[in-house]
């Protein structure tokens, strides 16, 4: 059974389409990266899988059913920009927060103490939240999306303002949590997040889904069929290539339809090439966001 | 645990943890001792005598001044001519003098000649000239006592007596107006501070989006109705503690002014309708904040929309001295019934007046609906637009969002 399954949704402001026709589903143990320009529908999409708004027709499922208040306890929600009440210390916060999650004082207390730990937040339990830097705010937001265990986790923007060992902490709990199956749902700017972490990606450009599905059968959608080569000296002339770039001494090969890496490599061999490099190339998650959303932009 | 509950208790915690509410649930008790202190020094002057006009000189065109020149502890001194009195005025021999005109006895007008700068004559340099007139005009006409009589101030003893006839047990003073108003202006500020209060709260969890975060825990109507209970029973802590020191307060009060005030009565049904609106107006004023950061991007522009209503709070004591002067006009019950005035107006009113049961009720029950159907319409806009961020609905959009929800 799906965690979280969305069919067919449209949601408009002022006659304009905010989510357009938008289905996708997510399962257990999954990470599905939610990517997509500003404005695209991102924000708008989270907010109606929370009931935060209702969309103007289409089907959002939690846990098998509608959205209702008994599933908030089995979500935990990171949202964009974050704030907390900057006269509690990091503990009271966590733990009054925990409790509208149904947790009790004492098992909210112990795992906020748990988690503190390993985010290297312990020695600041009792810092009040308006004597923290960002970054530490930050990770207290985290801990506050996944101290109850909860089985949906949906998280907007969670590396933004963290330092890179911060960064490599999150990332880490972030896997785990998958990996203990737990359904999440990361929607983010930055690709190479999404590439490390993500099974399944969904983009969104103008509200409408533009790529959806594994990450890596995704990428290889985008495939330009092209190889990275650098060799001693001048690559010569080659059968099979329709446009050749060259950037530092390396050139980026596009092969025709019916020509493949080998037939490349094979052609250096037979004229004695020394080979620096030769590699297969895949589009990045960002240039292929980058070609999408600049396509649909212009 | 019940999620309102838990709302509740952080709020109310919160709450009371706040400077604004410390310093006013402190600044009753300190303020009414200061309060205390001064009516003591004042008492302390008046009975040391210092409180008189001094010298004043007259100049009789008329004729009329025959008797003796003292009147209570002031010299009244005679000069020949305005002439002189001013050069002695302007040479500080005198701090003013007076006129009888010739043909004072036609026209009444005395004229008074003064270095001071003031609004208007003080009454007692009034009923000073008064009484140096009166005796020297009847002097030959009436006895000495029945002129002193003439001259005293006209001590009026009004007895209440209830629909049966008996002697009531509550008798008519002005003092009865000060504690029923001294607690209206405690009520009026202390919503207006707790409305702040509420309004720069929502304000922030707005900003902050912290408000998602809660609502991914907790619905609107707990979130909500968890904060309005949390301000009521801030409200309602705050005066039990007043009510507390109060004893103290009075008795201490009665010792400073020497008796003066000893004979405050405050009416019975007064301190349980007290209570009763303290809490309706906090919930109603709750409520309010509510719908206003619903629609506010802020806690500061919050704060300047409540002024509305906050500022409606108090015209009830504004218009004070109208309803001591007229308290059967129908504007009272006007505003004896309008919810955002009701708990300020009915306690000023207590104070003047009897407020017939039916006015009292009618009041609680507008002011109950309002509360109910305020919280519910609140809910809907604030659902509506608690996403918002920089933009204020305009009020086509506030009904549409009732309208959809």
Same mark, same amino acid.
């Given at each position: 059974?799906?965690?979280?399954?969305?069919?067919?949704?449209?949601?408009?402001?002022?006659?304009?389409?905010?989510?357009?026709?938008?289905?996708?589903?997510?399962?257990?143990?999954?990470?599905?990266?939610?990517?997509?320009?500003?404005?695209?529908?991102?924000?708008?999409?989270?907010?109606?899988?929370?009931?935060?708004?209702?969309?103007?027709?289409?089907?959002?499922?939690?846990?098998?059913?509608?959205?209702?208040?008994?599933?908030?306890?089995?979500?935990?929600?990171?949202?964009?920009?974050?704030?907390?009440?900057?006269?509690?210390?990091?503990?009271?916060?966590?733990?009054?927060?925990?409790?509208?999650?149904?947790?009790?004082?004492?098992?909210?207390?112990?795992?906020?103490?748990?988690?503190?730990?390993?985010?290297?937040?312990?020695?600041?339990?009792? &810092?009040?939240?308006?004597?923290?830097?960002?970054?530490?705010?930050?990770?207290?937001?985290?801990?506050?999306?996944?101290?109850?265990?909860?089985?949906?986790?949906?998280?907007?923007?969670?590396?933004?303002?963290?330092?890179?060992?911060?960064?490599?902490?999150?990332?880490?709990?972030?896997?785990?949590?998958?990996?203990?199956?737990?359904?999440?749902?990361?929607?983010?700017?930055? &690709?190479?997040?999404?590439?490390?972490?993500?099974?399944?990606?969904?983009?969104?450009?103008?509200?409408?889904?533009?790529?959806?599905?594994?990450?890596?059968?995704?990428?290889?959608?985008?495939?330009?069929?092209?190889?990275?080569?650098?060799?001693?000296?001048?690559?010569?002339?080659?059968?099979?290539?329709?446009?050749?770039?060259?950037?530092?001494?390396?050139?980026?090969?596009?092969?025709?339809?019916?020509?493949?890496?080998?037939?490349?490599?094979?052609?250096?061999?037979?004229?004695?090439?020394?080979?620096?490099?030769?590699?297969?190339?895949?589009?990045?998650?960002?240039?292929?966001?980058?070609?999408?959303?600049?396509?649909?932009?212009? | 645990?019940?999620?309102?509950?838990?709302?509740?208790?952080?709020?109310?915690?919160?709450?009371?943890?706040?400077?604004?509410?410390?310093?006013?649930?402190?600044?009753?008790?300190?303020?009414?001792?200061?309060?205390?202190?001064?009516?003591?020094?004042?008492?302390?002057?008046?009975?040391?005598?210092?409180?008189?006009?001094?010298?004043?000189?007259?100049?009789?065109?008329?004729?009329?001044?025959?008797?003796?020149?003292?009147?209570?502890?002031?010299?009244?001194?005679?000069?020949?001519?305005?002439?002189?009195?001013?050069?002695?005025?302007?040479?500080?021999?005198?701090?003013?003098?007076?006129?009888?005109?010739?043909?004072?006895?036609?026209?009444?007008?005395?004229?008074?000649?003064?270095?001071?700068?003031?609004?208007?004559?003080?009454?007692?340099?009034?009923?000073?000239?008064?009484?140096?007139?009166?005796?020297?005009?009847?002097?030959?006409?009436?006895?000495?006592?029945?002129?002193?009589?003439?001259?005293?101030?006209?001590?009026?003893?009004?007895?209440?007596?209830?629909?049966?006839?008996?002697?009531?047990?509550?008798?008519?003073?002005?003092?009865?107006?000060?504690?029923?108003?001294?607690?209206?202006?405690?009520?009026?500020?202390?919503?207006?501070?707790?409305?702040?209060?509420?309004?720069?709260?929502?304000?922030?969890?707005?900003?902050?989006?912290?408000?998602?975060?809660?609502?991914?825990?907790?619905?609107?109507?707990?979130?909500?109705?968890?904060?309005?209970?949390?301000?009521?029973?801030?409200?309602?802590?705050?005066?039990?503690?007043?009510?507390?020191?109060?004893?103290?307060?009075?008795?201490?009060?009665?010792?400073?002014?020497?008796?003066?005030?000893?004979?405050?009565?405050?009416?019975?049904?007064?301190?349980?309708?007290?209570?009763?609106?303290?809490?309706?107006?906090?919930?109603?004023?709750?409520?309010?904040?509510?719908?206003?950061?619903?629609?506010?991007?802020?806690?500061?522009?919050?704060?300047?929309?409540?002024?509305?209503?906050?500022?409606?709070?108090?015209?009830?004591?504004?218009?004070?001295?109208?309803?001591?002067?007229?308290?059967?006009?129908?504007?009272?019950?006007?505003?004896?019934?309008?919810?955002?005035?009701?708990?300020?107006?009915?306690?000023?009113?207590?104070?003047?007046?009897?407020?017939?049961?039916?006015?009292?009720?009618?009041?609680?029950?507008?002011?109950?609906?309002?509360?109910?159907?305020?919280?519910?319409?609140?809910?809907?806009?604030?659902?509506?637009?608690?996403?918002?961020?920089?933009?204020?609905?305009?009020?086509?959009?506030?009904?549409?969002?009732?309208?959809?929800?």
């Amino acid at each position: 059974m799906a965690v979280i399954e969305v069919n067919h949704l449209y949601k408009s402001y002022s006659g304009k389409d905010a989510v357009k026709d938008l289905s996708f589903s997510l399962k257990k143990g999954e990470i599905l990266g939610l990517i997509g320009p500003n404005g695209a529908g991102k924000s708008s999409t989270i907010k109606i899988i929370l009931d935060f708004m209702k969309p103007d027709s289409g089907e959002v499922r939690i846990f098998g059913q509608p959205m209702n208040e008994g599933f908030k306890n089995r979500i935990g929600y990171l949202p964009e920009e974050r704030g907390l009440y900057k006269k509690l210390t990091a503990i009271d916060l966590i733990v009054y927060l925990a409790s509208l999650k149904g947790m009790n004082k004492s098992l909210a207390d112990k795992r906020a103490h748990t988690l503190l730990e390993q985010t290297g937040m312990l020695e600041n339990k009792k &810092m009040k939240n308006k004597e923290m830097s960002k970054g530490m705010g930050q990770i207290i937001q985290f801990i506050v999306t996944i101290i109850h265990d909860p089985e949906l986790i949906i998280m907007d923007e969670p590396f933004s303002g963290l330092d890179p060992l911060n960064t490599e902490i999150i990332k880490n709990i972030i896997a785990k949590q998958r990996d203990e199956g737990k359904a999440i749902i990361l929607s983010t700017h930055q &690709m190479d997040k999404v590439e490390e972490l993500c099974d399944r990606v969904l983009m969104i450009n103008n509200g409408e889904s533009v790529l959806y599905g594994d990450l890596k059968e995704s990428k290889e959608k985008f495939d330009k069929n092209s190889v990275m080569v650098e060799v001693d000296g001048e690559i010569g002339k080659l059968s099979g290539i329709v446009e050749q770039r060259i950037n530092n001494g390396c050139y980026e090969l596009i092969l025709g339809s019916d020509a493949t890496p080998q037939d490349i490599l094979d052609q250096l061999r037979k004229k004695g090439k020394i080979i620096r490099r030769f590699e297969i190339t895949t589009p990045s998650l960002n240039e292929i966001f980058l070609g999408i959303a600049g396509g649909h932009n212009e | 645990m019940n999620k309102t509950y838990l709302i509740f208790k952080h709020e109310f915690l919160q709450t009371i943890k706040k400077g604004g509410w410390i310093i006013m649930t402190l600044a009753v008790p300190v303020l009414a001792l200061l309060g205390i202190g001064l009516i003591s020094l004042m008492n302390n002057i008046s009975d040391s005598g210092t409180d008189s006009v001094g010298s004043i000189a007259y100049v009789d065109e008329a004729g009329i001044i025959t008797t003796s020149n003292t009147e209570e502890e002031t010299m009244l001194i005679p000069y020949n001519s305005v002439d002189d009195a001013k050069e002695a005025m302007l040479n500080s021999e005198i701090s003013e003098y007076i006129l009888i005109p010739e043909d004072y006895t036609s026209t009444g007008i005395i004229h008074r000649y003064t270095l001071e700068k003031e609004l208007g004559t003080s009454p007692l340099t009034i009923a000073l000239i008064k009484s140096f007139l009166t005796r020297n005009l009847l002097k030959d006409q009436v006895s000495p006592h029945l002129i002193s009589l003439i001259n005293s101030p006209l001590k009026l003893q009004v007895t209440r007596v209830t629909q049966e006839g008996d002697i009531s047990k509550e008798q008519n003073s002005m003092a009865n107006l000060l504690v029923p108003g001294i607690f209206s202006l405690l009520l009026g500020l202390s919503l207006m501070i707790g409305s702040m209060s509420l309004i720069t709260g929502l304000g922030e969890e707005k900003e902050s989006r912290l408000i998602e975060v809660l609502f991914s825990s907790v619905s609107i109507r707990q979130l909500l109705v968890g904060k309005v209970l949390a301000l009521g029973t801030a409200g309602l802590l705050q005066v039990l503690l007043w009510l507390i020191t109060a004893p103290f307060l009075v008795d201490l009060a009665v010792s400073a002014s020497g008796g003066a005030i000893g004979s405050i009565q405050i009416p019975g049904s007064f301190l349980v309708l007290g209570i009763v609106y303290f809490i309706l107006g906090y919930l109603l004023f709750a409520v309010l904040s509510i719908g206003v950061g619903a629609i506010s991007n802020n806690g500061q522009e919050g704060s300047q929309l409540s002024m509305i209503y906050t500022m409606a709070n108090f015209i009830p004591l504004w218009f004070a001295a109208l309803l001591i002067a007229f308290p059967k006009s129908p504007i009272w019950i006007i505003l004896t019934l309008f919810p955002i005035t009701a708990p300020v107006q009915t306690m000023v009113r207590l104070g003047v007046s009897d407020i017939p049961s039916w006015q009292i009720l009618a009041s609680i029950i507008i002011l109950l609906i309002s509360i109910l159907g305020g919280l519910s319409i609140a809910i809907k806009i604030f659902r509506m637009n608690m996403l918002m961020h920089g933009k204020r609905p305009g009020l086509t959009e506030i009904i549409h969002s009732l309208k959809k929800a």
